[in-house]
């Protein structure tokens, strides 16, 4: 029986905006390019144009052969996962795609598997086509397409070892599968010190690839909040965290032999002999972290956490969240909208992923530090009442404020947590996190390998982003820091 990869992808430049998609049919043993289609559809939003794409791709291997067999690859999880039988289907615009999808071939006779983006760069160029010509008011000629010539010849799958970023065995089954170059480090057994490109640009650009929309929606599919934890929020008083690896930690790695001995492997493999070119770990898990908008007790700088009165936004946060989701949705990268469960980041995210046509996700390790009996206190009211607790507390990070609240120490350890599963999760993608002060002086520290005394140093400000890629290698890059020029 015959077998055909199908490749699709969409996009919308503003979601919902102008859209289209792009789908290639390739021959599963050779990797001969066999068809393709494209096509603009007019203003639409970034899953439609997925869907869109993955029924013209199916078609267009049907009408090769009817009796084949059909691996289908997109870099959208939300389609993949949904058509799969994963995730339910809510979305009435994509309901009626989904179930035409489904009959163009037996079930039985199609495979779905989500690969990363960079892995499906011919239809992601056919779908930028289509828009191009759409946006000159064309149709996409398969006679003007380069798409096919710009892209290298597609390869039988090779199956790559799974594990999130910071996974040694895996990253070290890759690198036992990959030549080291001639001359290299690696191949004279000789570590050099590992090195990472600057800076790609600003935080919610996100990673490599076009300037069009990106989507994701979770498996409701409903634009409605998806509760994954419970908890609150954060603080405007900021301190330093544990100076330990939490991340090392929370994932068992800390001091075990083979797994050094494997991360240093990687590491010496992955590293190009001379220059800044990045380690070839496919894209970055990219993190666009946005402080939550203004509360009543923002301007006040009153200790505002998770055991706290838990303030929803003032007109001024709400008019600032509003700013954010116009300065993302212009920039058309984000693939995800995950909240900190406390009442004024859920209502910035809402604001945001409205925009942006997304659904909220919660995570509970994203909340904000538990300031026990100083909430709703400021400094000066901290010190008057509490001069010993709050000695004690600025000289360690270890130490808890006055009735049980939550230290430092173990507020780094849960966001290192939340922060590795969230890599894994979205490997490859760029989500937005609202999250708190804390949270995200934390995820900031930790990547630059920072002290926690560098804490102090650092200004974030209400509504503003800042971002964080993480790479397959465990690595880290800081991007952007405490951007506020979209509230200007």
């Known amino acids: 029986m015959r077998e055909f990869v199908v490749e699709a992808d969409g996009g919308s430049r503003g979601n919902p905006g102008p859209a289209g998609y792009g789908a290639v049919v390739s021959d599963a043993a050779t990797g001969e390019t066999l068809a393709e289609a494209a096509e603009y559809i007019g203003v639409a939003t970034n899953n439609v144009a997925e869907y869109r794409g993955l029924l013209a791709g199916l078609r ?14 997109m870099d959208s999880k939300l389609v993949v996962e949904q058509m799969s039988g ?71 799958a090779v199956p790559v070892p799974e594990g999130p970023p910071g996974d040694t065995a895996a990253g070290a089954a890759r690198v ?52 994954q934890g419970a908890g609150a929020q954060g603080s405007a008083v900021d301190r330093p965290v544990t100076d330990t690896s939490a991340r090392d930690a929370a994932a068992g790695l800390g001091g075990a032999a083979p797994a050094d001995a494997d991360r240093r492997a990687a590491q010496a493999v992955a590293t190009p002999s001379s220059g800044w070119a990045p380690a070839d770990m496919g894209a970055p898990a990219t993190f666009v972290l946005l402080r939550h908008g203004e509360t009543p007790l923002t301007p006040q700088k009153r200790f505002s956490g998770s055991g706290g009165s838990d303030p929803s936004l003032s007109d001024i946060g709400r008019e600032q969240a509003e700013k954010v989701a116009a300065a ?83 507020t780094a350890a849960r966001v290192a947590e939340a922060r590795d599963k969230l890599v894994a999760e979205y490997r490859g993608r760029t989500v937005l996190l609202v999250t708190h002060v804390t949270p995200i002086k934390t995820l900031i520290r930790l990547a630059l390998g920072a002290p926690p005394e560098a804490l102090f140093r650092m200004e974030l400000s209400a509504a503003s982003l800042s971002a964080v890629a993480y790479y397959a290698d465990g690595n880290a890059s800081v991007r952007l820091f405490n951007d506020t020029s979209h509230l200007r």
């Open 60 to 73: 267009a291997a049907r009408e090769l052969d009817p009796d084949a067999r059909v691996r289908v690859r």
């Open 176 to 227: 036992r599968e990959a030549p080291a170059p001639a001359g290299s480090a690696a191949a004279s057994g000789e570590p050099e010190s590992e090195r990472r490109p600057a800076a790609e640009g600003a935080a919610a650009t996100g990673g490599a690839g076009t300037a069009r929309g990106r989507g994701i929606e979770d498996a409701s599919g409903e634009g409605t909040v998806v509760e």
């Open 328 to 410: 993302l949705a212009r920039r058309g990268t984000v693939q995800a909208v995950v909240a900190s469960p406390l009442a004024r980041t859920r209502e910035t995210a809402r604001i945001v992923a409205a925009r942006l046509g997304f659904d909220v996700a919660v995570e509970d390790g994203l909340r904000e530090t538990d300031f026990g009996a100083w909430e709703g206190l400021t400094f000066g009211e901290v010190r008057e009442r509490y001069p010993d607790d709050l000695d004690a507390w600025l000289a360690s990070p270890d130490a808890q404020p006055t009735g049980g609240g939550e230290s430092f120490a173990a």
């Open 86 to 156: 994963r995730w339910k289907i809510k979305h009435p615009a994509m309901k009626p795609l989904a179930a035409e999808a489904a009959t163009v071939f037996p079930p039985d006779r199609v495979t779905y598997e989500w690969i990363p983006r960079e892995r499906n760069t011919h239809a992601d160029r056919l779908a930028n086509e289509a828009m191009d010509a759409g946006a000159r008011g064309e149709a996409w000629s398969p006679a003007d397409s380069r798409a096919d010539l710009d892209t290298p010849p597609a390869a039988p």
